[in-house]
């Protein structure tokens, strides 16, 4: 059985680890490119777009492709609509993984927006001096606010860049003192995240929690609709071992 997952996040490579040496199962995970040197998972790996709903659909059909995992991360909405589009096109069987999203705790102060757009525009009420972790390639939305801004992004953000931005590349996991003290040292008074879930970069919310900051939170996307959702990789390999 010829299996595709759509990676990019910790628990595709999970996923991978997990059924690539079940006997039977060919495995494949796919990367969008954008991130040098990602950890690997076990198995294959394809790097690059498809082109589209077309590439993804003609690249299951010449695969012979039996199963799909769209194992991307929750704000990647374009890859997450064409696996959904393809899979339709091919009849292969696809099933969604998602973690699942944060909630706000006992002395949070959660702010939410729909988007980036709306997240930058109630950023300057909510403090001078923002810890930016929405992502390397979302920085536009903000790039007009005269505020200081402390950047963090696994590799370097994409322009336009905020005229006064400190750029930080590190990637997660991050523990909760190295959280704290990053607010301590650069006298962080919001923090600005996506909804992304998981525990890997969650640290930051309970530091934020912890020093009584203001947190800006990006709603997510919706996910494409009828595509079954599995929210652990345990769920999704269970799936492609009975499906
Ligand atoms: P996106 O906007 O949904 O996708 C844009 C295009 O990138 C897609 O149309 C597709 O090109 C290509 N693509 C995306 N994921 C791919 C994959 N796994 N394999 C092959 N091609 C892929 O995606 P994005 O938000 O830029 O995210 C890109 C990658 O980074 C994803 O794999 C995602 O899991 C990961 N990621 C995203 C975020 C985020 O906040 N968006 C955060 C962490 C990790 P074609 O149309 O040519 O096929």
């Given at each position: 059985?010829r299996?595709l997952i759509?990676?990019g996040?910790?628990e595709a490579?999970?996923?991978?680890?997990m059924v690539a040496g079940?006997?039977g199962l060919d495995?494949t995970t796919?990367?969008?490119g954008?991130t040098p040197?990602p950890?690997l998972?076990?198995g294959q790996v394809?790097?690059g777009?498809?082109?589209?709903?077309?590439?993804l659909a003609g690249?299951?059909r010449e695969?012979?492709t039996?199963?799909?995992?769209?194992?991307?991360?929750?704000f990647?909405?374009?890859?997450?609509?064409?696996?959904?589009?393809?899979a339709?096109a091919?009849?292969v069987p696809?099933v969604?993984l998602?973690?699942?999203?944060?909630?706000?705790g006992?002395?949070?102060?959660?702010?939410?927006a729909?988007t980036l757009?709306?997240?930058?525009a109630?950023l300057?009420?909510l403090?001078?001096r923002p810890?930016?972790?929405?992502?390397?390639?979302?920085?536009?939305?903000f790039?007009?606010l005269?505020?200081?801004?402390?950047?963090r992004?696994?590799?370097?953000?994409l322009?336009?860049?905020?005229?006064?931005?400190?750029?930080?590349l590190d990637?997660g996991?991050?523990?909760?003192d190295?959280?704290?003290?990053?607010?301590?040292?650069h006298r962080?008074n919001?923090?600005?995240?996506?909804d992304?879930?998981g525990p890997?970069t969650?640290?930051k919310l309970t530091?934020?929690?912890e020093?009584?900051?203001?947190v800006?939170?990006?709603r997510?996307?919706p996910?494409?609709?009828?595509?079954?959702t599995?929210?652990?990789p345990?769920a999704?390999?269970?799936?492609?071992?009975?499906c």
């Open positions: 059985m299996v759509l990676g996040t910790a490579r999970a996923l991978a680890d079940d006997a495995v796919s990367f969008a954008r040197e950890r998972p076990a394809r790097t777009g498809f082109g589209g709903v077309e590439g690249w299951l695969q012979r039996d199963a799909v995992v769209d194992a991307t991360h929750p990647a909405e374009v890859i997450s609509r064409n696996a959904a589009q393809a339709d091919t009849g696809l969604a998602r973690r699942p999203g944060w909630s706000a006992e002395g949070d102060r959660w702010h939410w729909d757009a709306g997240a930058a109630l300057p009420a403090g001078r810890f930016l972790t929405t992502g390397r390639q979302d920085l536009a939305a790039a007009g005269p505020l200081r801004f402390l950047v992004a696994v590799a370097p953000p322009p336009p860049l905020p005229a006064h931005c400190h750029v930080l990637r996991p991050f523990t909760l190295a959280e704290r003290a990053l607010l301590r040292e962080i919001v923090l600005v995240t996506k992304s879930g890997a969650a640290p530091a934020a929690r020093a009584a900051l203001p800006l939170v990006v997510r996307p996910p494409p609709a009828g595509v079954r599995v929210t652990t345990a999704a390999a269970h799936w492609l071992r009975t």
